[in-house]
């Protein structure tokens, strides 16, 4: 097979020796099978062990190589170098996550607010494992499915500018999660995540930028969650008005 | 171990010119300074109605002929024509209407909004205006 050579431009920080990050350009021989993430690995083995980078199932599962593609947030392992053909292909952290060493950036933010919905079936009462499992019909699968297909790879809080203005903002991925299981009809758990998503940092800070659907790499469609959890809010808070008594539930 | 980091992580700002930075974030940006038009437009408008009120009919008429102003409200409507067609293809995506097997897709929201925007607007014209 013939190779070509493509001029990776990679944002460097080292936090021991520089103030801020710079860019360092590399050439990599590369074949029409190869990713990005296949041209971080062959600098790292073969022109500078110091490159630092996530990476780990090197199949769009994991979540972990996300990084800015030509100034779009992409899954490194995603995005085939022949694609950018005769141009230096620019590669950077994760836009509005502090950076840490070169492309690995800082993901507690994301990871806390992951937690803080509670991303897990809540019942009020558990029935017995003789029981059996808590079936569920095709429909009521379909009402969250593609939510659950999320590898929490953040590119999504990448590409969202209300994020970058905003580090509270609860954002895309988990909002998409918090609806996952607001939809599940096995969940009982909406008294305790309505609160999370409708506090003033949560979906209402969302101006339907819509980027973050754009780019996400499994088909989740996170701004799609954010506005149906709106419309989840308003209408349980129309029917506590209307119904005091237990009318919003 | 300590909770310290060891070593200054960089934080970077989202600069004034991000909405440049792609043609989505363009589009975004011209939605949102529909509300900048809309709120001049209204400002214009209340002025006109406050000189009709006091009696200054003809200055009303002058302002409502004005070429800038005549400019201006074009303007101001195509925006607001912008803003609504992305509201009602969103509409449509974030409230699919589900007829049997199948289920609407935006751009049946679109279009549907956009008849009934025609049909509205008609009717105001002919109950109000032109009546
Ligand atoms: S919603 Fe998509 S882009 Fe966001 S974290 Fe999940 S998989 Fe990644
Ligand atoms: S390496 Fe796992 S998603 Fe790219």
């Known amino acids: ?249 | 171990m300590s909770k310290e980091k060891p070593f200054p992580e960089y934080r970077r700002k989202l600069g004034p010119g991000w909405w440049l930075a792609n043609s989505h974030f363009t589009q975004y940006m011209i939605r949102e300074w529909t509300s900048f038009f809309v709120a001049v437009f209204s400002l214009i408008y209340i002025y006109e109605l406050s000189l009709f009120a006091s009696g200054a009919r003809a200055d009303a008429l002058n302002l409502l002929k004005n070429p800038g102003v005549i400019a201006f409200n074009v303007l101001a409507l195509l925006f607001t024509l912008y803003h609504a067609f992305t509201w009602f293809y969103l509409i449509g995506k974030v409230q699919p209407i589900k007829m049997g097997k199948t289920t609407s897709k935006p751009w049946q929201a679109l279009l549907v909004n956009i008849v009934l925007l025609l049909i509205v607007s008609f009717a105001v014209i002919e109950i109000l205006v032109l009546r």
Not at chain 1, 175 to 204: C, M, N
Request: aromatic share 10%.
């Open chain 1, 1 to 249: 097979m013939s190779q070509d050579i493509a001029t990776i431009r990679v944002t460097r920080y080292r936090p021991e020796k520089d103030g801020k990050p710079y860019f360092q350009d590399y050439k990599v021989p590369y074949r029409k099978d190869m990713v990005v993430l296949d041209a971080l690995n062959y600098i790292k083995a073969n022109l500078d062990g110091t490159l630092t980078y996530r990476w780990s199932c090197r199949m769009g599962v994991c979540g972990s190589c996300g990084a800015n593609v030509d100034g779009v947030p992409k899954l490194t392992c995603a995005s085939f170098l022949h694609e950018f053909k005769g141009r230096t292909i620019k590669v950077e952290p994760l836009t509005h996550f502090p950076v840490i060493k070169d492309l690995v950036v800082n993901m507690d933010d994301f990871m806390h607010k992951l937690v803080e919905i509670k991303p897990w079936i809540i019942r009020e009462k558990e029935s017995p494992p003789e029981e059996g499992e808590y079936r569920q019909s095709a429909e009521e699968l379909e009402r969250y499915d593609q939510f659950s297909s999320c590898i929490n790879c953040m590119l999504c809080y990448s590409a969202c500018p209300v994020y970058g203005l905003n580090e509270k903002f609860l954002g895309p991925a988990a909002t998409a999660l918090a609806y996952r299981y607001i939809e599940d009809s096995r969940d009982q758990g909406k008294a305790v995540r309505f609160p999370i998503v409708h506090e003033i940092e949560g979906v209402w800070e969302c101006t339907l930028v819509g980027e973050c659907s754009v780019v996400c790499p499994k088909g989740v469609d996170p701004m799609l969650a954010i506005q149906k959890t709106k419309i989840l809010g308003a209408t349980n808070a129309l029917k506590s008005l209307v119904m005091p008594r237990g009318g919003g539930k």
